[in-house]
């Protein structure tokens, strides 16, 4: 049976090389020979000799089509080798012919399930899918590593899709089931994968309860494994229902088509064969609409063990007459999606003398104490609270929304310049924030057909920074849509040569920061007469308050942006213009205050209160180099 991860699986018994060479060499150059459209997958396995299974290990190629090799050519393929030389030993070939494809594309059947039926609570095995999907399966419930949240997994195929995208709803039961989309409606789309890490996703619950037993097995996962040749294992789906099955390819790279512009994929995955022993009724162990259901390692007693094996994708294609089917690996899946099969354990109460909130923006992070800002009690009145607080966490930033305008009203953010990163934005999507209403954010709508842009309050580069999966999270958390504002689109390049967009570059240039460590305010300001474009006011001022140590003292600058937005319709625009302010002022406008340190802090406040005149006297800052820091 399959050793849960930690402690390290074992080399499998009597094996002259270890399976870590075999992977490695499926990794490097196995995988090499997909690219020849007749191999659908390369991976470990027993050698198959007259139809019986050997205890021989063999790198196992599945191809479309089986021929003679005076007939390779003319299917457009080339001869296998018999053999590998791994570690200095030689490791015979095997071919099968196996085509592979996904299992969630289904019509409904006429008998009655209850497993097809909208359920509350939900639980595991039963169906699920992206609107836009026709049904699959809930594999588990699984909880967000660095929160705790609660999640369904399942595949990218169901809970993705080629034409989906993150943010999108999930329904259970899935529309092949049930088109009710909008009763049925469950979650939203949170993170999703589609490549050697698996066929993956997880989704938010927010409109059911839920219970974590798998239906019809009676437990739930609690230990992840590494599957090996020989385990027997078990699952419970939508369609099929509970089916037995025994692993018997590991290590392997299956590719699948997935239609439309997904195309043809490299999935990381293991094979299940039938069960001599517990054959199903109809020889099915997997059908369509069984996709995203989890397969079990089963216990000496026959039944359902706690030990998670596998997360089912595909099985053989309706011309392929071996019964069998596709799973991905459980910790590859966990680590690509970011989440745990227990939710993490709570944080220590805050300490009564230092309520700010933990995660997200860190008030320590300076070696001077810089609180997050507090709300006027209309503004407090305003602000959406999740779990008793106006203050939402994201990577390396928090912020607090205003239902009434759904933008932020203050986005507070740290940036260590000693350990930035250079991330890709690219294929990261702007997104609703999942965790809280749709009702409280404004989403693309407003941003189609004209020149808006969608604007980060909290720069992405900014957020990039400690330990590579830190900088990852950071710079997809910055795209929810709760750290988005409208901006006409050359907010940053404007006639006063993008000084907003430098700001943060410039301190980092033009002073010795204590530690490289930077604390950064920043909103919108949201005034009564702001335009109005399509149902939503657009504000046409932003504020930003840069907080910062220099040999050991506290300082910090604020700043204004006044946009011009009357002329959007027809897009004449005119010049944005910054100018250095007060944070008093900033208050004034905002309805946002600020700690008596930073107040302290400012300068510029200073020279303020003992020259009144200074307001009449402020010049736009035109350079970026003109800013006396």
């Known amino acids: 049976m399959a050793k849960p991860k930690n402690p390290p699986k074992k080399a499998v018994a009597d ?22 459209p007749n191999i659908s997958s390369v991976g470990i396995g027993y050698k198959v000799k007259d139809g019986k299974t050997t205890n021989e290990i063999s790198v196992q190629f599945t191809v479309h089509q089986k021929s003679q090799p005076e007939m390779l050519a003319a299917i457009e393929t080339e001869l296998i080798p018999t053999s590998f030389e791994i570690d200095g030993i030689t490791v015979p070939t095997d071919v099968l012919e196996r085509t592979y494809e996904t299992s969630h594309q289904l019509v409904p059947e006429a008998a009655a399930s209850s497993r097809k039926k909208r359920l509350n609570p939900i639980v595991p095995g039963v169906s699920v899918a992206n609107t836009k999907v026709s049904a699959g399966t809930i594999g588990c419930i699984v909880f967000d590593q660095h929160n705790g949240t609660p999640y369904i997994l399942s595949n990218w195929h169901v809970l993705n899709g080629p034409s989906g995208a993150l943010g999108d709803d999930i329904v259970q039961p899935g529309p092949a089931d049930d088109n009710r989309v909008q009763l049925n409606r469950m979650g939203k789309l949170v993170r999703s994968h589609l490549g050697h890490a698996g066929d993956c996703a997880v989704a938010s619950i927010e409109d059911r309860q839920s219970q974590p037993e798998i239906l019809d097995l009676g437990i739930k996962p609690e230990q992840l494994a590494e599957a090996e040749l020989g385990d027997k294992v078990i699952k419970s789906g ?98 690509k999606l970011e989440i745990s099969l227990s939710p993490v354990p709570a944080a220590p109460g805050p300490d009564p003398g230092q309520p700010d909130t933990i ?62 990163k250079s991330l890709s934005r690219r294929g990261i999507p702007f997104v609703l924030d999942p965790n809280l209403p749709a009702a409280v954010q404004v989403g693309d709508d407003l941003y189609r057909g004209n020149r808006l842009d969608r604007g980060h309050i909290a720069r992405r580069a900014d957020l990039l920074w400690g330990p590579l999966a830190d900088a990852k999270k950071a710079n997809v958390d910055s795209f929810f849509f709760t750290n988005i504002t409208p901006q006409m689109d050359d907010f ?45 006011g657009i504000p046409r001022e932003f504020w930003k308050i840069i907080t910062y140590v220099e040999t050991g003292k506290l300082k910090c600058k604020g700043f204004l942006l006044t946009q011009n937005l009357n002329a959007l319709e027809t897009l004449d625009l005119d010049a944005f213009k910054v100018f250095e302010i007060a944070l008093g002022e900033i208050e004034q406008r905002t309805g946002v205050r600020f700690a008596s340190v930073l107040k302290t802090a400012d300068s510029f406040g ?17 350079r970026i180099e003109s800013i006396v820091w």
């Open 15 to 36: 094996q002259p090389v270890s399976m870590e060479s075999l992977k490695n060499f499926v990794r490097s150059r196995g995988v090499d020979y997909l690219r020849d």
């Open 238 to 335: 939508r369609t099929t229902g509970v089916t037995h099955g025994i692993v018997r390819r590991v290590l392997t790279i299956a590719k699948i088509n997935y239609g439309g512009i997904t195309g043809e994929q490299e999935i990381g995955c293991f094979e299940i064969g039938v069960d001599p022993n517990h054959r199903p009724p109809d020889g099915e162990i997997s059908k369509g609409g069984d996709s995203g259901s989890v397969w079990m390692i089963k216990g000496t007693n026959g039944k359902a063990s706690k030990i998670f094996a596998g997360l089912h994708f595909a099985g053989e294609d309706t011309t392929n007459p071996d019964e069998h089917a596709l799973a991905c690996y459980p910790k590859s899946v966990f680590e």
């Open 359 to 420: 995660g997200g923006y860190n008030p320590n992070f300076l070696s001077k104490r810089v609180p997050l800002p507090d709300l006027t009690q209309e503004t407090l009145q305003d602000a959406f609270q999740k779990n008793g607080s106006p203050v939402i966490a994201y990577t390396h930033f928090s912020l607090a929304m205003s239902k009434a305008r759904r933008f932020c009203r203050w986005v507070a953010w740290n940036i260590d310049g000693a350990s930035l």
């Open 492 to 536: 940053n390049q404007s006639s006063q040569g993008g000084v907003w967009g430098r700001l943060e570059d410039a301190i980092f240039a033009d002073v010795d920061v204590d530690d490289l460590k930077v604390s950064v305010f920043g909103g919108p300001v949201f005034r009564g007469d702001d335009r109005v474009f399509r149902q939503i």
């Open 606 to 622: 200073e020279a303020l209160t003992a020259r009144p005149e200074v307001f009449d006297d402020r010049q736009p800052i035109a």
